[in-house]
């Protein structure tokens, strides 16, 4: 039955070896990103991030249907002056083990205060990148539509008449760069930028995120019944949004403490999924 959360106690390299095969519709998560979190996750240098997490993703690759979506949101970190290389590096890999790098989307946290150094200005933004196993997977993009609101006026008012009669596309899309077409329509297709405040420390984690964060992707790639997966769980935000979303939900963590956190936020947010949630710790089935 969907909703009912799976929990996990333990290392996700080798708790995923408890997910079956092909059983994965989208896997949402953010791991530690390299050097960060060293008084919980213990931090990964970022020369050694890449063999760090690949072991993990033969193991995503294992349990995504053929038909699945992985949204990995990580950063890179700055190193002696410049931007160290490893999430290239990862992705890289990753295409060697049979990874399609289909999509880069792009979190701009809008609430993001001002800051300097003295080589650069203060990162508001985050990458979401999208892998898939094949060319062809489920993608839902209507579901994801937004209301084309004032836009269309706003829009038209900065562009000139050459603009607007421009050729319609010639490589079957319809529309091209002839914005007038999108005139009449109540709503329209987001781009790849996402536009979303930071969460504040109210999940008692370091590194929340907001729940429309995971629920945007969820929406995106997945229908009610789907089974979503976070290795690295934290505060439980992407299984608490696909439960409530009627997803099944499969979360990991490493850390006791915030796996009890996830547990109690069930029992006081979500009895009726408490109730039925499946709990699995070290050592048994």
Not at 9 to 35: H, M, Q, R, W
Not at 90 to 100: S, T
Not at 113 to 118: A, E, T
Not at 190 to 211: G, M, Q, Y
Request: hydrophobic share 35%; net charge neutral; aromatic share 12%.
């Amino acid at each position: 039955m969907s909703g009912f959360p799976k929990l996990l106690l333990g290392d996700c390299a080798e708790k995923l070896s408890e997910v079956e095969d092909n059983s994965v519709d989208l896997i949402f998560t953010s791991p530690p990103y390299a050097d960060s979190r060293k008084n919980t996750y213990g931090g990964i240098h970022p020369d050694k991030y890449v063999d760090w997490f690949m072991p993990i993703a033969e193991q995503l690759h294992r349990v995504l249907k053929p038909t699945g979506t992985f949204i990995l949101n990580i950063k890179e970190r700055v190193v002696n002056g410049e931007r160290h290389t490893y999430v290239i590096e990862l992705i890289l890999e990753m295409r060697k083990h049979g990874w399609l790098w289909t999509e880069e989307f792009m979190w701009h946290k809008k609430n993001s205060y001002p800051g300097k150094w003295p080589n650069r200005f203060r990162d508001s933004w985050e990458r979401l990148l999208q892998f898939n196993l094949q060319k062809k997977f489920n993608m839902y993009q209507d579901e994801v539509m937004v209301p084309v609101g004032e836009w269309a006026k706003t829009r038209l008012k900065n562009l000139s008449q050459t603009d607007k009669i421009r050729d319609n596309s010639k490589v079957g899309s319809g529309f091209g760069k002839n914005v007038s077409n999108w005139l009449n329509r109540d709503k329209v297709y987001p781009t790849n930028v996402i536009h979303l405040a930071t969460e504040c420390n109210n999940k008692n984690h370091s590194a929340a995120f907001p729940d429309q964060l995971p629920e945007w992707f969820i929406k995106l790639f997945t229908k009610p019944g789907d089974t979503v997966l976070d290795p690295f769980m934290g505060s439980g935000t992407t299984v608490m949004v696909a439960a409530n979303m009627h997803r099944n939900a499969i979360g990991i963590e490493i850390l006791p403490e915030y796996f009890d956190m996830v547990n109690a936020a069930f029992e006081t947010y979500q009895p009726q999924l408490f109730e039925h949630r499946e709990i699995y710790e070290p050592g048994k089935s």
